[in-house]
């Protein structure tokens, strides 16, 4: 079945880089996304990558994709105060239908 | 960008009321709508896809006749949580597509359901 997990808390100090890391199950995706959420709000999407990407830089942002463990990342260089919030990766075989991760809860400490 | 707004942004409701969410495509014709919802600290779990102009497809699990859709035009889809109970207290988010790239999923600001 779909699937996608990644950890629920990371903590980094402000100004370094924060890893958030996902897996997924299903090898038939096609595209996979980071979104962010802030308390109280909707989804705002970051980032995504086809799969038949190994790595997207955006600014501040770089998606790393392993598909052979069907790992995925997202790095944020720098990190900021306002980078706290709640980030899901996403799955979808381009049907529209995406499959979200459980949300990794990244704050910041000074 | 593509906005998509959500109405109400927070309701209160007795139990065994309904209560209606709306959710509107502000600057692009919405040919998929989709209803999520949320629990707190919780992923997105999808309920139903929705076109404009044919009925919802639900996901397993959700029940069709107490969770009622409504894609009547191509800017706007409606939630309707009939015979509201404190179990359907949640966060809704809508997200809309039909424009951007790879048919990209706009998502709203989501609205935040509480029976009583």
């Known amino acids: 079945g779909e699937d996608v997990e990644q950890s629920l808390f990371l903590s980094v100090r402000e100004g370094d880089s924060s890893v958030i890391n996902c897996t997924y199950t299903d090898s038939s995706s096609t595209y996979l996304y980071w979104y962010k959420q802030e308390p109280g709000a909707g989804l705002q999407l970051l980032t995504y990558i086809f799969s038949n990407m190994d790595m997207k830089q955006d600014q501040r942002l770089t998606v790393l994709l392993n598909k052979k463990d069907k790992h995925l990342s997202l790095r944020i260089a720098d990190t900021q105060t306002g980078d706290s919030a709640i980030y899901f990766c996403?799955?979808?075989?381009?049907?529209?239908?995406?499959?979200f991760g459980s949300g990794t809860r990244l704050s910041i400490r000074p | 960008g593509a906005v998509v707004s959500q109405h109400p942004s927070w309701v209160i409701c007795k139990s065994g009321t309904s209560v209606k969410i709306e959710c509107r495509s502000l600057?692009?014709?919405?040919?998929?709508m989709f209803w999520y919802r949320q629990f707190p600290k919780q992923s997105l779990m999808l309920m139903a896809t929705s076109n404009e102009g044919s009925k919802a497809t639900y996901e397993q699990g959700v029940e069709k006749d107490k969770f009622l859709i409504n894609h009547a035009s191509l800017t706007l889809s409606t939630l309707t949580v009939t015979s509201a109970h404190p179990e359907d207290s949640s966060f809704y988010i809508c997200s809309a597509s039909g424009t951007g790239i790879n048919d990209e999923q706009f998502f709203g600001p989501g609205t935040r359901l509480t029976v009583l």
């Open positions: 996403a799955e979808s075989r381009g049907t529209s239908k995406i499959i």
């Open positions: 600057d692009f014709q919405a040919t998929t």
